[in-house]
C-alpha cells in the first residue's frame, strides 16, 4: 500500500522536476551570495534567473558574468552547467550504481524514458555517459589550452586553464555561457576556436545513446561484422546533417554582403556553418545578433525551436521529433496511411507523441510570448510595441530552446518578465521529457470505442 502510494507520488516527471528545481533554487543560494560577485551582491531575481539559466544549459543573462562574479561565482555557474546538462537523474543512477544498490522504479522509468534504453543497460550506458562526456570535455579543454597558451591569449597558465575548462564544459553541455563580454565575438575570424566549440555543440547535442550506437557500429565495421543501426540513430544523424548544411547555406546566402560584408568567402561560410549549429541548442555568438537581416533572424528561430537530439543536453522539439514529423508529411503526401522508414514501420502512437510535444511546446512558446508583450511593452507606443514584438519572440523561444541568443534584450526585462523565462526555460528543458512521459504512463487500452465522426481539415 506504501509503494503504490510512494509511487503515484513521486512519478518519474515529478522526480524529473524537483531534481531540477531544486538545484535551481540552492543554485540561486550560492550566487547570491556576497563572496561569488564582485562588488555589490547579485540580486535574487537575476541570481535565480541565472541559476535556472544555468541548470537549464541555456546561457540567457541580464548580467555580464566575466564581470560580475568572481571565481567562485563563475565555479557555480560552471558546476550548474554540468549538472544539467548530464542531468541530476545520471548523477543520482550513478551514485546507486557506485554502491550497488538497486533504482528505484520511478528513477528507472525517468532514465528508461529520457535515454530511450531498456533496463538492462541503464547501467552501461550511464557509465559511458559519464565517461565519455568528461573525456570529450577534457580533450576540448585541452585544445583550447593548447591554442590560447601558443597565442598568449591570456596573462597566465592558471587565466588560460580555467577560461579553457569553462569554455569546454559550457560548450558541450550546451550551456553557452562565457567568460568574455562579447560572446566568442573577438575569435568571429578564427577558425580554430569556431571549430573546437561547435564540434563539442555537435558532440554534445548528437545524443548520448545516438553516439554509443554509432561507437559500437564503427569498432564492429573495422572488425569486419555487421551491426545494422537504429532508425533512431539514421534520422537523428541525417536530420542533422540536413539542417546544418542547409542552414550554412541559407545563412551565407542571406548575410553574404549584410552582416558578412567585411569577411572573405571562406570567413563567412565559417560564420554561417557555425550559427547553423549554436541555434540547436547553445548560444554562443561570433557576431552581433541586431546585426542579422529578418531572414536569418526567422531561420534561426526555426533551428533553436527544432534544437538538438533526443537524450542529449539540447533542448527544443529535438531533430528527431522533427524529422520523422516531416517524414510523416511527405508519406502522407504521398497517399500512405503508415510510415515506413529504413525497412522499419513506426508506430502511431510514437507519431501521436511526437505531434503532442510540438503542439505542446509551440502553446508555451505562444502563451508565454503574449504575457510579455503585455508586461515589456506597457506605455509604450504602438510603433514601440511593435518593434518589441520580435526580440520578445526571439527570446521566448531562445529561452524555450535553452539556447541563449538574445537580440539583446535580456538586459531591458523587468522583474516579472524575468521570471516569465525562468518558467519557460524550466519547461522548455523538462517539458519534453515529461510530456512523452505522461504520455507513456497514460497510455490505456480502450475495451470499447464510439461510432466515428470525421471532421474537416484543412
Request: with cysteine; glycine share 8%; hydrophobic share 50%.
Amino acid at each position: 500500500m506504501f509503494k503504490k502510494i510512494f509511487r503515484q507520488i513521486f512519478t518519474p516527471t515529478r522526480m524529473i522536476a524537483t531534481s531540477f528545481a531544486l538545484l535551481i533554487v540552492l543554485g540561486t543560494f550560492l550566487l547570491a551570495l556576497p563572496f561569488s560577485a564582485n562588488g555589490e551582491r547579485l540580486n535574487l531575481i537575476d541570481a535565480l534567473f541565472i541559476a535556472t539559466s544555468a541548470v537549464c544549459v541555456t546561457g540567457l543573462s541580464p548580467i555580464d558574468i566575466s564581470l560580475k562574479f568572481n571565481f567562485f561565482g563563475q565555479f557555480v555557474v560552471l558546476i550548474l552547467m554540468q549538472l544539467g546538462g548530464l542531468g541530476l537523474m545520471t548523477f543520482t543512477s550513478t551514485l546507486y550504481f557506485w554502491f550497488g544498490q538497486r533504482l528505484p522504479i520511478t528513477e528507472r522509468l525517468a532514465i528508461q524514458e529520457t535515454l530511450q534504453t531498456t533496463p538492462k543497460q541503464i547501467k552501461q550506458l550511464i557509465l559511458y555517459i559519464l565517461g565519455f562526456t568528461f573525456s570529450i570535455e577534457a580533450i576540448g579543454a585541452i585544445l583550447l589550452f593548447i591554442y590560447w597558451t601558443i597565442k598568449g591569449q591570456f596573462e597566465s597558465i592558471w587565466q588560460t586553464l580555467w577560461f579553457s575548462i569553462f569554455h569546454a564544459v559550457s560548450a558541450f553541455t550546451h550551456g553557452s555561457f562565457a567568460l568574455f563580454s562579447d560572446s566568442l565575438i573577438r575569435f568571429q575570424k578564427d577558425f580554430f576556436v569556431q571549430f573546437v566549440i561547435t564540434s563539442l555543440i555537435i558532440t554534445g547535442g548528437l545524443g548520448f545513446l545516438v553516439v554509443y550506437e554509432l561507437k559500437n557500429w564503427f569498432q564492429l565495421k573495422i572488425g569486419g561484422k555487421r551491426f545494422r543501426l537504429s532508425v533512431q540513430t539514421r534520422l537523428t544523424v541525417l536530420t542533422t546533417l540536413g539542417i546544418i548544411v542547409f542552414g550554412t547555406l541559407l545563412i551565407f546566402i542571406s548575410e553574404r554582403n549584410l552582416a558578412f560584408a567585411n569577411f572573405s568567402s571562406f570567413e563567412g561560410l565559417m560564420n554561417s556553418y557555425f550559427f547553423s549549429i549554436v541555434p540547436r541548442t547553445s548560444g554562443f555568438n561570433t557576431i552581433q545578433m541586431t546585426d542579422f537581416s529578418g531572414s536569418s533572424v526567422f531561420l534561426l528561430m526555426i533551428l533553436m525551436f527544432i534544437g538538438g537530439s533526443s537524450g542529449s543536453a539540447a533542448g527544443g522539439i529535438k531533430v528527431g521529433t522533427f524529422g520523422l514529423l516531416l517524414a510523416y508529411t511527405l508519406a502522407r503526401f504521398r497517399g500512405e496511411t503508415k510510415l515506413n522508414i529504413w525497412n522499419r514501420t513506426i508506430p502511431q502512437q510514437t507519431i501521436d507523441k511526437a505531434t503532442a510535444v510540438v503542439v505542446a511546446s509551440a502553446t508555451v512558446i505562444l502563451l508565454a510570448t503574449a504575457i510579455l508583450m503585455f508586461t515589456e511593452t506597457n506605455g509604450l507606443s504602438a510603433t514601440e510595441s511593435q518593434n518589441r514584438f520580435v526580440p520578445i519572440l526571439f527570446e521566448t523561444i531562445s529561452a524555450f530552446g535553452t539556447v541563449g541568443l538574445s537580440l539583446n534584450f535580456t538586459d531591458k526585462l523587468s522583474d516579472f518578465g524575468k521570471l516569465i523565462l525562468v518558467l519557460v526555460m524550466f519547461i522548455g528543458r523538462i517539458g519534453a521529457i515529461s510530456v512523452a512521459i505522461a504520455i507513456s504512463l497514460r497510455e490505456k487500452k480502450t475495451t470499447f470505442s464510439y461510432s466515428e465522426e470525421n471532421i474537416m481539415i484543412g
